[in-house]
């Protein structure tokens, strides 16, 4: 079946039911034609498409053609053989013309192919009779890139848009400049925002601590009111038994004489009685017994009126005023609102790094049941003595005690003197009364920054001796030296550093060929100084200065310490005094060559006619002697009589045969202990000289000497040039 359709494609193929409609994407929707058309123009075209052909596809049926249109779309070219779209396009022309019951090749009617290519030569930019529109298909221009910024209206620009109206005048700058100014700017705002998340964090701890605080207050407050409600309600209830007590006895008492005087007065009561019933009965007795009894009667009756009867009251049934004494109470009452004293603090040791050159931080704390309202810390300068004491300070001067009022258990004191210790101590208030004094602590402020001695670094291609000077009246613990290497991108800023060394020198191992930047820090309890005033150091070659200690008397250094001159200046006719360090019959100075073994490499500029000597020697060389006429020094010597110039390769006073043609005005020298080799070299034509062999047990130094008024002038710190390499 396949032969047969490729023999006779369109005709001879099985005919499908004339209710099926074959629509396929490809000839309106497929992405591999449409992506020449612009977006706008496509979409129009396969709307246009679909409402036209929508009544069709309901007569086709629309379950039927729904899923045809999902089939690829080289299917259709399979069916009908074609090569491309042009192809596919003639056939559907051709075919236009066949009648509506022949349909296009058997697939549906006539109408449906129709549609079938007014749909396809619509979406490839071809007009239709039925349609009044006519779709261009355009090719979208690749936008130009944007490459400098308008700095005005903040915009980025192409280059052809600087100079139009609406930019004309403008600030512009190229794209990546704004790019890497905008960055910067996001980097500081970052770091700002890094800063104010710091000091938030930092207040909220604060606030936190300001929060415990205030609820441990209120905490024993209520501790407090509990207290002494409790002691009051105590009280209260004692005075109430001690009352109630003693008005008890005081009834009974009451009551006692009362009922005793009631008995004494019923018994004489009945003694009266007693006695009428009597005398009445005398009374009526006769005259001779009345008489008799009577007398009786009447002694008894005198005795007994002359009892005196007590008839006051012993006790008044009045009831007294009881008054209650409620000092005691109100004294309670008052203690209530009043919060009794603090303790004396406990402040604490020096932390270390807790103090800056002028300023120091104090911690202390209380006891938990403390309330407290403020501290007043005091502190005072020590000068000598121990804390505590009534010192005297610089001069004879006491040293006076200064007070700073803080609500904190800690306090920042500023404005102090560097490197200096300083007694603290802390009282404690409430408004009940001050705490006594904690005990007295010394805190020590950091030093102040060493001064590094330029003009006495050493240096060359593997190490640097770097020296300073404190810089404070008293000692500290350690210095640290720190290092930032520069001049490459891959290692700028990074920092070495040295620490613990307890001397003002330090050698500092270098990377060959790079410059540095040199700081120094003083470090004692209280924490790390500022940094140092910087220095640079090039490890690119050998790097000195002449030493000042050794020059003899009739030369002169220049201020950067790279060039001798010998002036026309008399000289005193008596040679200087014999000393262990500065030439006295030899004019003649060394220089300050590190201490390092390897190679080393100077230059020495010297003018036409002049008398002078270079090599090197050893530190203890006797300063009386010649230099190279002992065993300590290897020299060249140069003299120039009658136009002649004479050149001597000078150690223990020996010298080869040599003949030098060229006189240099240049004279190079290499050290090498490695080697143990001296050599000499005319830096003018990179001529070889001279090369000593060497004991060199011990370093040795450059040494210069200048027998007639002249300079010299030392070039240090350049790399060895490639000639003497060979040496």
């Keep these: 079946m396949d032969e047969e359709a490729e023999g006779n494609p369109g005709l001879d193929r099985p005919a499908a039911s004339r209710d099926f409609g074959f629509y396929h994407m490809d000839l309106y929707d497929s992405e591999d034609r449409l992506h020449i058309l612009p977006e706008e123009n496509t979409r129009i075209g396969r709307e246009a498409g679909q409402v036209e052909m929508g009544s069709e596809l309901s007569r086709a049926g629309e379950a039927k053609a729904g899923r045809d249109l999902q089939r690829p779309g080289d299917e259709l070219v399979q069916l009908y053989d074609l090569e491309d779209d042009h192809e596919l396009g003639g056939e559907l022309a051709d075919d236009s013309g066949m009648g509506e019951d022949q349909g296009y ?54 280059a052809s848009e600087k100079d139009s109206h609406e930019h004309k005048g403008h600030q512009v700058t190229p794209l990546d400049k704004a790019l890497e100014s905008a960055r910067d700017e996001v980097h500081r705002n970052m770091v700002r925002l890094e800063k104010q998340i710091i000091d938030m964090e930092n207040f909220a701890s604060h606030l936190e601590e300001v929060f415990i605080t205030v609820e441990e207050n209120f905490g024993r407050q ?7 409600y409790n002691e009051i309600l105590e009280t209260l209830a004692q005075k109430y038994e001690e009352k109630i007590q003693a008005l008890g006895e005081k009834k009974k008492e009451k009551l006692e004489a009362l009922y005793r005087q009631l008995v004494s007065c019923g018994e004489s009561l009945e003694t009266c009685k007693e006695l009428m019933e009597t005398i009445e009965e005398v009374c009526h007795e006769d005259k001779a017994d009345f008489l008799k009894d009577a007398v009786a009667m009447a002694d008894r009756l005198g005795k007994f009126l002359k009892i005196k009867t007590d008839v006051e009251i012993s006790a008044q049934p009045d009831f007294e005023d009881q008054t209650l004494d409620f000092t005691e109470v109100e004294q309670l009452m008052g203690s209530m609102n009043t919060v009794p004293a603090p303790s004396a603090p406990v402040i604490n040791r020096q932390a270390p790094n807790s103090a800056t050159g002028s300023s120091v931080r104090v911690c202390w704390s209380l006891h938990s049941e403390d309330t407290v309202e403020r501290y007043q810390l005091c502190y005072r300068p020590v000068w000598g003595g121990s804390p505590g004491e009534e010192l005297t300070g610089k001069g004879g001067r006491r040293g006076a005690a200064f007070t700073v009022t803080v609500k904190d258990t800690y ?31 010394t805190y020590t402020t950091a030093p102040s920054p060493p ?14 001796l770097i020296s300073w000077e404190s810089g404070n009246l008293n000692p500290v613990d350690s210095y640290t030296v720190e290092l930032i290497r520069a001049e490459t991108p891959e290692a700028s800023g990074m920092i070495e550093s040295a620490v613990g060394i307890p001397t003002c020198q330090s050698l500092m191992q270098l990377l060959p060929g790079q410059s540095y930047t040199v700081y120094v820090r003083a470090l004692n309890v209280g924490g790390l100084s500022a940094r140092s005033q910087p220095a640079t150091v090039h490890s690119t070659g050998s790097f000195f200065h002449l030493n000042k200690d050794t020059c003899h008397p009739a030369l002169t250094i220049s201020e950067d310490g790279l060039t001798v001159v010998r002036s026309g200046k008399k000289t005193p006719a008596r040679e200087p005094a014999a000393s262990q360090t500065r030439f006295s019959r030899c004019v003649a100075v060394m220089g300050n060559l590190i201490p390092v073994r390897g190679r080393h490499y100077w230059e020495v500029e010297v003018e036409e006619g002049l008398d002078f000597t270079v090599g090197v020697a050893f530190e203890d060389i006797p300063k009386q002697e010649d230099l190279g006429a002992s065993p300590h020094a290897w020299c060249l010597r140069h003299t120039f009589a009658s136009s002649r110039h004479k050149y001597e390769f000078l150690h223990n006073g020996k010298t080869p045969e040599i003949r030098i043609t060229v006189p240099p005005k240049q004279i190079g020298i290499l050290l090498d202990y490695e080697n143990s080799k001296l050599s000499f070299f005319n830096v003018d034509n990179s001529q070889h000289l001279y090369t000593f062999s060497c004991r060199l047990h011990q370093f040795v130094h450059p040494c210069f000497s200048l027998e007639k008024v002249g300079c010299l002038k030392i070039r240090n710190g350049i790399s060895t040039p490639k000639h003497a390499t060979l040496y």
């Excluded at 001064?451 to 640097?464: F, G, T």
């Design 451 to 464: 001064v590094i001695k330029c003009k006495e670094i050493r240096s060359c291609e593997e190490a640097a």
């Design 411 to 441: 306090c920042s004191v500023r404005n102090l003197e560097p490197n200096t210790q300083y007694e603290f101590w802390v009282i404690a208030e409430n408004r009940a009364g001050r705490s006594p004094s904690s005990e007295h602590v």
């Design 222 to 228: 209520e501790q407090n009111f509990e207290f002494h």
């Design 105 to 158: 090749a058997g697939w549906g009617p006539a109408g449906q192919c129709q549609d079938l290519r007014e749909a396809y030569l619509y979406t490839h930019g071809r007009a239709s009779e039925e349609y009044e529109c006519y779709v261009i298909p355009e090719e979208e221009d690749e936008e130009e890139a944007a490459d400098i910024f308008c700095v005005t209206c903040k915009t980025p620009l192409r």
